[in-house]
């Protein structure tokens, strides 16, 4: 009777064991055994690093996902923000490259202001991407349009516009900017660029006063203060900038369905798919403005288990119900990339190769005097 009893509570000891394991496969990757469970910040404070100013656009990102994510950390964490601003956002991210530990308890918060003087070899630039490991790229979109007195109906018709005085306002030429501006080069469209802007506002109330007669907003901008004046018959959408695809391919923005991305705009203009050294740098810096514009990042040297609890807090935020509607205002309607996705994005805007590079900046230094040093890759 001892040894049918023993056999008994082994018998339910595997069976126990069997149903546990099926039901942890059953879960999704999220609830699967990892590195990543040794892993634990009760009691830590952690810095997120922000090389920005309080109350702009990459500050409130950064402090939207801060509580979020750190509740979600093995342990629940204190994570707080640290404003590092100063050399277009490179001083902070040069501190965080230089003395972030990696530990789990540094993180930084990027932005495209962050990586367009790295693409383009900034002097300033003392940190490299390449180093850090990504867990999280949120996307944002944009469109290009032009006044509705120009007297066309659609991207199709922008032969049209051929000898009439186009005029776009700017923040500069190596700002977020260089994606607008680099575009309409590629669709031969002869445009002067009006700089000064202090934001993409001043750039819209200068169209609305009829001073410029091109514009690009980003998607919620757009949504917001544009939308209406197309309404009103001022204004014509052209194209929007497209959303990066798993597939690492330029796919409509979901926002804007029925408009088409700027490859579908340029394959209009030109007959052929784009594959210029041009073309090669405009999708760089698309990736790093808009397809990935902000990311957070760990240091380099953070160990494997480290990346991946914060990849899964990351997943956990976003899987939360109810968090699409609480971060509409601050993310827009764009699916987030954790993990492995968010480093695919910032890898394919690092892709730029020697070639494209050369171009790009001879092309900002010849046409806008950037004043930037050759590339010496």
């Known amino acids: 009777m001892k040894k049918s009893n023993q056999t008994l509570i082994a018998n339910v000891a595997r069976s126990l064991r069997s149903s546990i394991a099926a039901a942890t496969l059953g879960a999704g990757a999220l609830a699967l055994p990892s590195a990543a469970l040794a892993v634990d910040f009760a009691g830590d404070r952690i810095e997120m690093v922000m090389p920005f100013k309080e109350g702009g656009g990459s500050d409130t990102w950064g402090r939207f996902y801060a509580p979020l994510v750190a509740e979600q950390l093995p342990g629940g964490p204190v994570m707080v923000v640290k404003n590092i601003p100063g050399g277009g956002s490179t001083s902070g991210a040069n501190q965080f490259q230089l003395r972030a530990k990696p530990d789990g308890r540094d993180v930084l918060a990027s932005s495209a202001s962050t990586m367009f003087p790295y693409i383009l070899g900034d002097s300033r630039v003392r940190?490299?991407?390449?180093?850090?490991?990504?867990?999280?790229?949120?996307?944002?979109?944009?469109?290009?349009?032009?006044?509705?007195?120009?007297?066309?109906?659609?991207?199709?018709?922008?032969?049209?516009?051929?000898?009439?005085?186009?005029?776009?306002?700017?923040?500069?030429?190596?700002?977020?900017?260089?994606?607008?501006?680099?575009a309409l080069d590629l669709l031969d469209m002869d445009v002067k660029a009006v700089f000064g802007m202090k934001g993409r506002g001043e750039g819209r109330l200068a169209f609305e006063r009829g001073e410029v007669n091109i514009d690009a907003q980003t998607t919620s901008a757009f949504i917001k203060k544009v939308q209406p004046l197309v309404d009103e018959g001022k204004a014509i959408p052209l194209f929007s900038y497209g959303v990066l695809g798993k597939d690492g391919k330029i796919k409509r923005d979901p926002n804007f369905p029925n408009l088409p991305h700027f490859v579908e705009a340029y394959e209009m203009v030109h007959g052929e798919a784009p594959n210029s050294e041009a073309f090669r740098a405009?999708?760089?810096?698309?990736?790093?403005?808009?397809?990935?514009?902000?990311?957070?990042?760990?240091?380099?040297?953070?160990?494997?288990?480290?990346?991946?609890?914060?990849?899964?807090?990351?997943?956990?935020?976003?899987?939360?119900?109810?968090?699409?509607?609480?971060?509409?205002?601050?993310?827009?309607?764009?699916?987030?990339?954790?993990?492995?996705?968010?480093?695919?994005?910032?890898?394919?805007?690092?892709?730029?190769?020697?070639?494209?590079?050369?171009?790009?900046?001879?092309?900002?230094?010849?046409?806008?005097?950037?004043?930037?040093?050759?590339?010496?890759?």
Do not use: C, H
């Open 282 to 377: 405009w999708k760089s810096f698309f990736i790093a403005g808009y397809a990935a514009q902000k990311g957070l990042f760990l240091p380099k040297g953070t160990p494997e288990e480290v990346v991946q609890a914060y990849s899964e807090a990351v997943a956990k935020v976003i899987a939360k119900p109810g968090f699409e509607t609480e971060a509409e205002d601050v993310l827009g309607n764009y699916e987030q990339a954790v993990g492995g996705d968010a480093q695919m994005m910032f890898a394919e805007a690092l892709k730029i190769d020697d070639a494209a590079k050369a171009w790009i900046i001879d092309w900002l230094n010849s046409r806008y005097s950037a004043g930037l040093e050759p590339s010496a890759d």
């Open 127 to 182: 940190y490299d991407y390449k180093d850090w490991a990504a867990v999280l790229a949120s996307p944002t979109g944009g469109v290009v349009y032009v006044s509705a007195d120009l007297g066309i109906d659609s991207v199709a018709d922008l032969a049209k516009l051929k000898g009439q005085d186009l005029k776009f306002a700017s923040q500069g030429a190596t700002s977020m900017d260089l994606v607008t501006l680099l």
